[in-house]
């Protein structure tokens, strides 16, 4: 039987890791893996979580299994640090999950046992998993107009248009700070706007938080959902703790369900307890322990939120230095939106030809549609870009 399974295409972003750790050139460059890495090109533990594990790991007295839809500590620290003061426990729902991707699939799969006819509007471009797991899943996607090419912004007038076609029943997948793979943001006035059509046709939003704290900062980025949740009775949010944490292998993520009335809530609350046990029974909880210790100690918590802090304005100053490198050897300002994008991504609007070509002449990786991850970057790698970036004539 297995005989009969087809092969399935790979994973850009991976196939692009094992090309870059078989190119044996001294001096190469990888900006294509998503993860965080400091100017030594290492991805540290960070203070708090290096004192929290060991908080855990000197109380700790059993590894049996904890619940089902994850500890409440974590669950309400996350609504916490998501919703802030506008968090209302009583109208909302919480879910451990299997980093952020498991809370994209679980949100997904909540949507759907509530409407098997949904569909879900898409950014264009979004994080390709985003589109693969629906896609897996057998669900209608749309794609609504995000990007300008020519910018290097948001099509904020194509956005409207597009997912106003949306109706009752719909999900929109917003990305809520740190736009994957573009860096190009809403501003909090287009949110305004994104929650008067949200009410208009009244679809669901379904917000994937992944990076908070690493755009404008942990209340900054999440300022755009808690607008959202304050307008639209009924949401869903999936955040990971992967980034903003540093922990990427602990896999700890949260969906969040805003409900409108305490009944639904309690319904839903059972519905994606239910998901958990059908889909891998008891969440991790290692990391999860992890989040809560930091987030509700407030010496872990005020370490983190410092070294946080500094992780943000260190690719900020990364970004603003790239700009000023390309400024000059450009002698014009058409790449300073790198200086305004946000997050660990900008996309550059290269074509695949001139990717390829800094790849190739330049020992630089960066994933095929020109989306570089600004954190791979240090101070002396910067130059070295910017020229090919320059020689390869984008």
């Known amino acids: 039987m297995l005989a009969n ?17 078989a190119d044996t050139r001294q001096g190469k460059i990888d900006l294509g893996v998503g993860v965080y890495k400091d100017a030594n090109g ?13 908080r855990i790991l000197a109380s700790e007295t059993t590894k049996s299994y904890s619940a089902l839809a994850g500890e409440p500590d974590f669950q309400s620290a996350m609504a916490g640090l998501v919703l802030g003061a506008g968090h209302k426990p009583e109208l909302t729902a919480a879910l ?48 609504y107009r995000y990007f300008d090419n020519d910018t290097r912004g948001v099509d904020f007038e194509g956005l409207k248009a597009d997912i106003s076609a949306a109706k009752k029943g719909d999900v929109v997948l917003l990305h809520g700070c740190c736009h994957n793979p573009t860096g190009a943001n809403l501003t909090l006035e287009q949110w305004a706007e ?62 969040l369900a805003q409900c409108g009335d305490a009944t639904t809530r309690d319904l839903t609350q059972g519905a994606m307890a239910f ?31 410092a070294e946080l802090e500094a992780v943000r304005s260190g690719m900020l100053r990364l970004r603003e230095q790239l700009a000023r490198e390309l400024s000059s050897l450009a002698g014009s300002d058409r790449f300073g939106f790198i ?50 970036i320059i020689e390869a004539g984008v």
């Open 339 to 388: 200086a305004e994008h946000r997050g660990m991504f900008s996309r550059l609007g290269a074509t695949p030809e001139q990717v390829k070509r800094i790849k190739e002449e330049f020992a630089i990786y960066m994933v095929g549609d020109s989306r570089l991850n600004i954190a791979g970057l240090n101070d002396t790698t910067v130059p070295i870009l910017a020229r090919a």
């Open 96 to 143: 451990a999950t299997v980093g952020g991707t498991g809370a994209i699939r679980q949100a997904l799969e909540l949507a759907r046992m509530a409407n098997p006819d949904l569909r879900v509007f898409v950014s264009d471009p979004t994080w390709p998993n985003h589109v693969s797991i629906m896609n897996f899943m057998g669900l209608p996607v749309q794609h």
């Open 275 to 305: 998901l958990n046990r059908q889909t891998y029974s008891f969440p991790p909880f290692h990391g999860a322990k992890i989040v809560a210790t930091v987030l509700n100690t407030p010496e872990l918590r005020a370490d983190w939120e």
């Open 194 to 255: 994104v929650a008067d059509i949200l009410e208009k046709t009244g679809a669901m939003p379904l917000i994937d938080l992944a990076y908070q704290g690493f755009g404008d900062g942990l209340e900054a980025d999440a300022a755009g959902t808690r607008l959202i949740a304050s307008r639209i009775p009924e949401m869903l949010i999936a955040a990971s703790c992967s980034k903003n944490f540093g922990i990427y292998r602990e896999r700890t993520g949260c969906l």
């Open 42 to 54: 290492h991805t540290p533990i960070m203070r708090a979580v290096h004192e929290a594990e060991k």
């Open 5 to 21: 399974l087809k092969p399935q295409a790979p994973d850009k972003i991976l196939a692009l890791i094992g090309e870059f750790k």
